[in-house]
């Protein structure tokens, strides 16, 4: 059964960059899944941040894109998520999921526990 | 950009009712591109269904999603304690690639 386990600093400092790493336990990031970023700020609803299948292909949100790199490191079985040029805004639970390639069919079945970065000085 | 609209907003129901919450859509959406989930206080959200009706594994069968075009539904048949929860949307759409989400229903206990 795949798990995910997100992981990085809790505090960024406005104008840094904010980095992110998910673990994917009990299965290979090498299978047929996209692998996403999923925000919510603090009392707010969920916004999805971009995803990557591991060849690197990726798609990320256009009201974010030019702020967000997401990764992948197959040897360590990981993706990674860094956001630059961070404010107050982005203060949020950050998610890792899986979006399995199941014929038509877009959703995220398997989410991390979410990590919680907050933008402070 | 494709924009869900849930509603209502907040439902106060008692165990054992009926809740029906409601995803629109500003434009069609593909049934296949439609999902609903369940987030708990402190936990990550839960997938219930996919494809507009289809229940994810292990979800119990008094959840079904419902709908088509620009209006779906999920309904719970006899709400028990552990369903009160946020509800979200989510749609999928492909120019560009991207994901959205409804902002969301809470059902509260009344």
């Known amino acids: 059964q795949v798990q995910l386990q997100e992981s990085g600093p809790g505090l960024v400092k406005p104008s840094g960059t904010l980095s992110l790493t998910c673990a994917v336990s009990?299965?290979?990031?090498?299978?047929?899944?996209?692998w996403t970023w999923i925000r919510q700020p603090p009392g707010k609803g969920l916004e999805w941040i971009g995803e990557i299948f591991h060849s690197g292909s990726t798609n990320n949100n256009p009201s974010l894109k030019s702020r967000v790199t997401i990764s992948v490191d197959k040897s360590k079985n990981q993706f990674s998520l860094k956001l630059s040029s961070v404010t107050a805004a982005d203060t949020a639970i950050y998610y890792c999921a899986r979006r399995a390639v199941y014929y038509n069919y877009y959703y995220m079945d398997v989410w991390g526990k979410g990590s919680t970065v907050t933008v402070s000085s | 950009e494709i924009v869900l609209t849930q509603s209502p907003g907040t439902l106060s129901l008692s165990p054992g009712e009926r809740a029906t919450l409601s995803c629109r859509a500003s434009q069609s959406v593909s049934s296949t591109y439609l999902a609903w989930y369940q987030q708990k206080p402190g936990q990550a959200p839960r997938l219930l269904i996919y494809g507009a009706s289809s229940r994810a594994t292990g979800i119990p069968d008094r959840f079904s999603g419902s709908g088509s075009g620009t209006d779906f539904t999920l309904t719970i048949s006899r709400l028990e304690p552990e369903d009160f929860a946020v509800y979200y949307c989510q749609q999928y759409g492909s120019s560009p690639p991207m994901y959205t989400f409804g902002q969301g229903t809470k059902l509260e206990i009344k």
């Open positions: 009990g299965g290979s990031i090498s299978n047929n899944n996209w």
